[in-house]
């Protein structure tokens, strides 16, 4: 679902690809070219989310980015709905934040882009219906 929706975000390099920009270099770092891959898994980034995923959802993933998370995801099926909530939001909230580093300049940091993620993920999760087990994972988070 989120690798889906990646594909149709506008980054720089397929901008370029369609003739509407001059250069396709990474707004943030500023040395790479912008796609979706230099946003969602090779960037630095997505370790300190990784990490961070791990703190807040107390799980031990043996992995290093985003990607091997979505690969490697061995988790109860209904644990993965959730996980799969959780990364729909940070693969949107890592764009918004990217967009408010191009168009108005303001840098929000990987821990604040965070923030936004967990609490954004509690109040949508807390609206669905889960399994009894998973209703109070959810919860607790
Ligand atoms: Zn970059």
């Not at 509407?20 to 943030?28: A, S």
């Not at 630095?44 to 995801?73: A, G, H, P, T």
Request: net charge positive; proline share 2%.
């Amino acid at each position: 679902m989120w690798l889906a929706y990646q594909d149709r975000l506008k980054t720089k390099q397929k901008l370029l690809n369609m003739g509407m920009i001059e250069d396709n270099i990474c707004p943030i770092c500023c040395t790479q070219t912008e796609t979706k891959d230099h946003f969602f898994f090779s960037y630095e980034f997505s370790r300190q989310y990784i990490d961070m995923l791990r703190q807040w959802l107390k799980v031990m993933w043996n992995v290093r980015s985003l990607k091997d998370l979505y690969r490697k995801c061995c988790m109860p099926r209904s644990k993965v709905k959730v996980i799969e909530a959780i990364l729909g939001n940070l693969v949107y909230a890592i764009w918004r934040a990217r967009n408010e580093v191009v168009w108005l300049k303001q840098v929000i940091t990987v821990r604040r882009v965070f923030v936004t993620v967990k609490q954004e993920s509690k109040l949508r999760l807390s609206h669905l219906s889960w399994s009894r087990p998973i209703h109070n994972w959810v919860k607790e988070l």
